[in-house]
Nanobody, 124 residues
Framework: QVQLVESGGGLVQAGGSLRLSCAAAGRTFREYAVGWFRQAPGKEREFVAAITRSGGITYYTDSVKGRFTISRDNDKNTVYLQMNSLKPEDTAVYYC?????????????????WGQGTQVTVSS
């Protein structure tokens, strides 16, 4: 089992940056792919970015390509989401999730473990 804790959210002006962290408890973290999802008020949770177990392959939703970067440090059991050029439409609760099962990492289906989320608010 894996416990996930997100941090790094906050209030930032449009054009600013934040770095989210997803810290995992558990010795087998490197066996899990990790994804970031977000949910804005009144909307469904949506995929943002994902990274494979080794970190060799990353995926992004189109709206964040070129602005967000996902990375991981398996020695620290942590995955990061660097968010630059933030826009008001990026405002949401951001969740990290871990997947051991094979499946499309851009979908919520393969993810078995979820964090509690961290709020990101971008003011215009």
């Amino acid at each position: 089992q894996v416990q996930l804790v997100e941090s790094g959210g906050g209030l930032v002006q449009a054009g600013g940056s934040l770095r989210l962290s997803c810290a995992a408890a558990g010795r087998t973290f490197r066996e899990y792919a990790v994804g970031w999802f977000r949910q804005a008020p009144g909307k469904e949770r949506e995929f943002v970015a994902a990274i494979t177990r080794s970190g060799g392959i990353t995926y992004y939703t189109d709206s964040v390509k070129g602005r967000f970067t996902i990375s991981r440090d398996n020695d620290k059991n942590t995955v990061y989401l660097q968010m630059n050029s933030l826009k008001p439409e990026d405002t949401a609760v951001y969740y990290c999730a871990a997947a051991k099962r094979v499946g499309p990492l851009t979908s919520q289906r393969p993810y078995d473990y979820w964090g509690q989320g961290t709020q990101v608010t971008v003011s215009s």
